[in-house]
Structures are given as C-alpha cells and as structure tokens.
C-alpha cells in the first residue's frame, strides 16, 4: 500500500509516517518508480511495526529507543534474554515515575485539604512528599 493508504490503515498523519521513514523506524519497500524519490510501498508487516511504535511510545520509550530496538529486530539481535532485559528496563523506569506522580499528588491532596480546611495548621511542604518518591 502506497502512503496514503498505510497512514489511514494506521491512525498516522502522512507527515508522521514519512518522519518514521526518515529516522528508520519504519523501513518501506521501494520499486524504483518515481524518479529521485521513489515510491514506498508499506506491507501489513509495516502496519504491525508502526502499532508497536505507537505502544513502545505510550510506554515511555522515545523514538530513539524505539529506532534501536527496531535495529537490533531486523539484525536478529533481540533474543528472549534481550526482551526481558529492555522490558525489565523500562518497567523499572516506569515504576520510578509511578512512584514520582503518586508523590506530587499526595502533595496536592495534602494541599488541597489544607485550603479545605481553611489554612488550619502547617502548610503542607513539597519537600515531605518528595521524599517519598521524587528524586
């Protein structure tokens, strides 16, 4: 499928598949028609690879990281072991900014029912939070 069809197939703007291109996250098949720029030919197997894009992205990685292990894909490099350990890598970054949020929202909660309360004993400090989870 041409370019068109590919970013409607995945949810893509045109613009954001031909940047995938350009950083090789996303590695379309060429016929040579079309002159300087050739036409990209997109398979279901491009598809599949732009929905992993899309989930690696949600959960944390950024593009570079994604490129990567896209590399690493394509050379037979990603073996069971290579999974878990890219996996146990980002589940670790992960629970890290999972324990910052909780941190600046018991901060929030804290300051929210200090206001409630109308400013009744100490005002909450951000500090005594982040210790928790921040840092």
């Known amino acids: 499928m041409l370019i068109s069809a590919f970013a409607r197939a995945t949810g893509l ?3 954001t598949v031909r940047f995938y291109v350009r950083r090789g ?3 379309p098949q060429t016929n040579g028609k079309g002159g300087r720029n050739p036409y990209q030919h997109f ?3 491009n598809v599949r690879e732009a929905r992993l894009i899309r989930m690696a992205q949600s959960l944390g990685l950024s593009l570079k990281e994604i490129a990567a292990v896209g590399v690493e894909h394509r050379e037979g490099r990603i073996t069971r ?3 878990i350990e890219l996996m146990a890598a980002q589940l670790a970054r992960l629970e890290r900014k999972a324990a910052e949020l909780e941190a600046m929202a018991g901060y929030l ?3 929210i029912a200090w206001l409630e309360s109308g400013e ?3 005002e909450p400090d951000f500090g005594d939070h982040a210790g928790a989870g921040c840092g």
């Open 43 to 45: 398979t279901a197997e």
């Open 109 to 111: 909660r804290a300051k």
């Open 25 to 27: 996250l996303l590695v």
């Open 120 to 122: 009744q004993g100490p």
């Open 13 to 15: 703007t045109p613009d």
């Open 81 to 83: 072991e290579r999974s």
